[in-house]
């Protein structure tokens, strides 16, 4: 982990990014048209969203943040060249963070099936963002953008609190320490760009693994490496936080949900009298001017998966407050994060899956175009694959400690077991849902052998 944790390796890393992610956007405006550019979709939508986002993050934390090309570029400029103004509370809560993903990616993605596939687009989209990032961070302080502003600012957040490292320090060195360089610097060294004190830290949603605090501290009592896994996916001592518990919500419904719903049951044998379909081609005709009939439907399952999961907690949470006669926010906060487990084990399976079979020869051909070479890889798998059933195992296990994770929850808010499991039950019974729903994959890809679907069996 030396070399992980070397500020300048980061740094290096970093610079490598910015170099790819600059060929990648040159190359989207030189080469618009798929069929001779493979490198701008397969950097953007092969390594850079899913794979480091759902992937590596439950793993390694918020490792997307410490290379991402964005970071060197607006801390870069912003430092040197910046106003350094104080930001607007709302540009920090994480609400922005949140609403611009769902807006300017999901909603896309669902709206208009294979847009990012084009890599002027995708040029385009990622110029559009960086000049925002830029513009943001040279008025403000560079840090607004990363900590509040940034589409996978808030789900990184929410996914790191699975990871199996992070930055921890050395308690006993720290109880002696009079100057918290790690956090001010020292000559030579920079501190920690955000203010977080890795004495003080016990979870991983805010730190980006810059790295830097592990140099500027004077006493090396600050460290990257193996924390006990999933201490965050326990109840002890956690705190209600609003922002985080609405985002997950609204990323479970707009990714874990909708994908259950439109891929397991509308492309399924259910398709032509799935409710959400029918309701989705009656609307089409007024949406005709800007999508297709299997956009209106995927949009129609989308916002119905969103707004279903946020109605149901809040209205399960307001039955708990009623029950218990006490405020519902931080009722609310706590139960809505029992979809934790559930969204990030759901998340790393499905990303895992898809790397087999389509995430992997999206790299591959990516870099094989931008070296000049006409081959072309394999998939790694089939979607047919009886072997990837195993990563369906880890989003199942991840809906059964949602399960648990209710039941530690209610502990927090009454005492008696009768009335645990009655504000539990709306909250089971969700979970239930979507263990259900997980379980029903597996035993298809078991069972149904579907290769004029899914491709053949590997």
């Given at each position: 982990m030396s070399l992980l944790s070397s500020p300048r390796f980061v740094t290096s890393i970093q610079v490598f990014t910015v170099i790819l992610?600059?060929?990648?956007?040159?190359?989207?405006?030189?080469?618009?048209?798929?069929?001779?550019?493979?490198?701008?979709?397969g950097l953007f939508w092969g390594l850079f969203w899913p794979f480091f986002i759902f992937i590596t993050t439950p793993v390694?934390?918020?490792?997307?943040?410490?290379?991402?090309?964005?970071?060197?570029?607006?801390?870069?400029?912003?430092?040197?060249?910046?106003?350094?103004?104080?930001?607007?509370k709302w540009m920090t809560t994480g609400y922005a963070s949140i609403i611009i993903v769902l807006?300017?990616?999901?909603?896309?993605?669902?709206?208009?099936?294979?847009?990012?596939?084009?890599?002027l687009n995708t040029a385009i989209y990622f110029t559009v963002f960086t000049f925002i990032a830029l513009g943001i961070s040279l008025y403000y302080r560079p840090r607004v953008w990363c900590k509040g502003l940034c589409p996978v600012a808030l789900p990184t957040n929410i996914v790191s609190r699975a990871a199996f490292f992070g930055i921890r320090s050395y308690q006993n060195k720290c109880d002696s320490c009079k100057k918290a360089t790690c956090v001010a610097g020292r000559t030579g060294f920079e501190g920690c760009p955000h203010g977080i004190n890795p004495s003080k830290l016990t979870e991983n949603s805010d730190c980006t693994l810059c790295m830097k605090c592990i140099n500027a501290c004077s006493h090396d009592a600050v460290r990257f490496g193996f924390i006990k896994p999933m201490t965050e996916l326990s109840m002890k001592g956690r705190k209600g936080d609003m922002p985080e518990a609405l985002g997950l919500l609204l990323l479970f419904?707009?990714?874990?949900?909708?994908?259950?719903?439109?891929?397991?049951?509308?492309?399924g044998a259910m398709?032509?009298?799935?409710?959400?379909?029918?309701?989705?081609?009656?609307?089409?005709?007024?949406?005709?001017?800007?999508?297709?009939?299997?956009?209106?439907?995927?949009?129609?399952?989308f916002f119905f998966s969103v707004v279903f999961v946020t109605f149901y907690f809040f209205v399960s949470s307001r039955l708990a407050s009623w029950i218990l006669n006490k405020d519902m926010p931080p009722i609310f906060e706590l139960f809505a994060w029992t979809l934790l487990p559930a969204f990030a084990f759901s998340s790393f399976s499905q990303?895992?899956?898809?790397f087999f079979f389509r995430y992997y020869p999206m790299i591959a051909d990516g870099f094989l175009d931008l070296l000049g070479y006409g081959l072309r890889v394999k998939p790694l798998a089939s979607m047919n694959s009886l072997w990837l059933t195993v990563f369906k195992l880890v989003a199942i296990g991840g809906a059964v400690w949602s399960i648990i994770l209710t039941w530690q929850v209610s502990r927090k808010f009454a005492e008696g077991v009768a009335t645990r499991v009655i504000i539990s039950l709306p909250f089971w019974c969700f979970h239930f849902f979507i263990l259900i729903g997980f379980t029903a994959h597996m035993v298809v890809m078991i069972f149904l052998d579907m290769p004029a679907v899914t491709g053949p069996r590997q």
């Amino acid at each position: 982990m030396s070399l992980l944790s070397s500020p300048r390796f980061v740094t290096s890393i970093q610079v490598f990014t910015v170099i790819l992610f600059v060929l990648a956007v040159y190359k989207g405006y030189s080469a618009p048209q798929e069929v001779e550019n493979l490198f701008t979709t397969g950097l953007f939508w092969g390594l850079f969203w899913p794979f480091f986002i759902f992937i590596t993050t439950p793993v390694f934390g918020k490792i997307f943040c410490a290379v991402c090309p964005h970071r060197l570029i607006i801390f870069s400029l912003g430092e040197r060249f910046g106003f350094n103004k104080k930001a607007p509370k709302w540009m920090t809560t994480g609400y922005a963070s949140i609403i611009i993903v769902l807006l300017f990616y999901w909603f896309p993605v669902y709206a208009w099936k294979g847009i990012f596939h084009n890599p002027l687009n995708t040029a385009i989209y990622f110029t559009v963002f960086t000049f925002i990032a830029l513009g943001i961070s040279l008025y403000y302080r560079p840090r607004v953008w990363c900590k509040g502003l940034c589409p996978v600012a808030l789900p990184t957040n929410i996914v790191s609190r699975a990871a199996f490292f992070g930055i921890r320090s050395y308690q006993n060195k720290c109880d002696s320490c009079k100057k918290a360089t790690c956090v001010a610097g020292r000559t030579g060294f920079e501190g920690c760009p955000h203010g977080i004190n890795p004495s003080k830290l016990t979870e991983n949603s805010d730190c980006t693994l810059c790295m830097k605090c592990i140099n500027a501290c004077s006493h090396d009592a600050v460290r990257f490496g193996f924390i006990k896994p999933m201490t965050e996916l326990s109840m002890k001592g956690r705190k209600g936080d609003m922002p985080e518990a609405l985002g997950l919500l609204l990323l479970f419904g707009a990714l874990t949900l909708t994908m259950q719903l439109y891929n397991g049951i509308y492309r399924g044998a259910m398709k032509e009298r799935f409710f959400l379909a029918k309701a989705g081609i009656k609307l089409q005709p007024y949406l005709d001017f800007a999508v297709s009939r299997e956009g209106a439907i995927a949009l129609t399952i989308f916002f119905f998966s969103v707004v279903f999961v946020t109605f149901y907690f809040f209205v399960s949470s307001r039955l708990a407050s009623w029950i218990l006669n006490k405020d519902m926010p931080p009722i609310f906060e706590l139960f809505a994060w029992t979809l934790l487990p559930a969204f990030a084990f759901s998340s790393f399976s499905q990303m895992s899956e898809f790397f087999f079979f389509r995430y992997y020869p999206m790299i591959a051909d990516g870099f094989l175009d931008l070296l000049g070479y006409g081959l072309r890889v394999k998939p790694l798998a089939s979607m047919n694959s009886l072997w990837l059933t195993v990563f369906k195992l880890v989003a199942i296990g991840g809906a059964v400690w949602s399960i648990i994770l209710t039941w530690q929850v209610s502990r927090k808010f009454a005492e008696g077991v009768a009335t645990r499991v009655i504000i539990s039950l709306p909250f089971w019974c969700f979970h239930f849902f979507i263990l259900i729903g997980f379980t029903a994959h597996m035993v298809v890809m078991i069972f149904l052998d579907m290769p004029a679907v899914t491709g053949p069996r590997q």
